[in-house]
């Protein structure tokens, strides 16, 4: 990416986060990640962030209400949804990308989203 803001992936398994995390960052954007909601909420109060990734369902934070959240407090933000649950024509105000994806997939969404 060219410096100007973040990609900050919001995902509670580690398994997912901490990988996409090195992907994204060898492809060339700039990365900061959270494992819940109010982690993100800190992001995005100290940093310039360009899209978010995140998952739907989380523990702290997370589902309707971080949806709800996103819309109402970071209105034009980029954001894509991920879920293993959600189908990709449920009525959300983001894209939704649904669990199992490649990461390759993630990144060309991501590259669509921020032309």
């Known amino acids: 990416m060219d410096g100007s803001g973040y990609v900050l ?3 509670d398994e580690d398994s997912i986060r901490i990988p996409l995390k090195e992907y994204l960052s060898r492809v060339g954007f700039s990365v900061l990640v959270a494992s819940d909601g109010v982690g993100a909420i800190k992001h995005i109060l100290d940093h310039s962030i360009t899209a978010i990734v995140t ?3 989380m523990d ?3 589902g309707d209400y971080w949806v709800r959240f ?3 407090f970071c209105p034009g933000q980029k954001v894509l ?3 293993g ?3 990709s024509d449920l009525p959300l ?3 939704v990308l649904t669990k199992p ?3 390759v997939e993630l990144e060309a969404k991501l590259r669509e989203m921020l032309a």
């Open 85 to 87: 649950f959600l189908k």
């Open 60 to 62: 702290i934070l997370g």
């Open 101 to 103: 994806y490649s990461f």
């Open 9 to 11: 992936i919001v995902e």
């Open 93 to 95: 105000p983001f894209q």
């Open 70 to 72: 996103l819309a109402r």
């Open 55 to 57: 998952d739907y369902r």
């Open 81 to 83: 949804v991920t879920s």
